[in-house]
Nanobody, 125 residues
Framework: VQLQASGGGLVQAGDSLRLSCAASGGVFIVNSMGWYRQVPGKQRELVATISARGITSYADSVKGRFTISRDNAKNTMYLQMNSLKLEDTAVYYC????????????????????WGQGTLVTVSS
């Protein structure tokens, strides 16, 4: 399974951006998916996760601003990011796994077998 993240870019604080993550290849369905982000020198951190049935979870820092969704027919996951802040600047990675992970596992980056290449989001003042 390959995951391809896209949609990153340079935006101003307060702007919106939508990231996409397309899954392809293999015979396994990607059931559990998530977005993580990482700033150089810091640990990878959770942004949001979504189960195959659409159950979502968010990091406190993005609640109310970001929305994770998926289109199973298109094998694609999205992250709608609104009211972007300077501290949202990071490389965003999409992750997936064929298992139906429970929420506590979906929020642990070590649970995922598949990772996209990352897309850079830069928020400027």
């Amino acid at each position: 399974v390959q995951l391809q993240a896209s949609g990153g870019g340079l935006v101003q604080a307060g702007d919106s951006l939508r990231l996409s993550c397309a899954a392809s290849g293999g015979v396994f369905i990607v059931n559990s998916m998530g977005w993580y982000r990482q700033v150089p020198g810091k640990q990878r951190e959770l942004v949001a996760t979504i189960s195959a049935r659409g159950i979502t979870s968010y990091a406190d820092s993005v609640k109310g601003r970001f929305t994770i969704s998926r289109d199973n027919a298109k094998n694609t996951m999205y992250l709608q990011m609104n009211s972007l802040k300077l501290e949202d600047t990071a490389v965003y990675y999409c992750a997936g796994d064929s298992r139906n992970l429970i929420t506590s596992s979906r929020t642990d980056w070590r649970s995922y077998a598949y990772w996209g290449q990352g897309t850079l989001v830069t928020v400027s003042s």
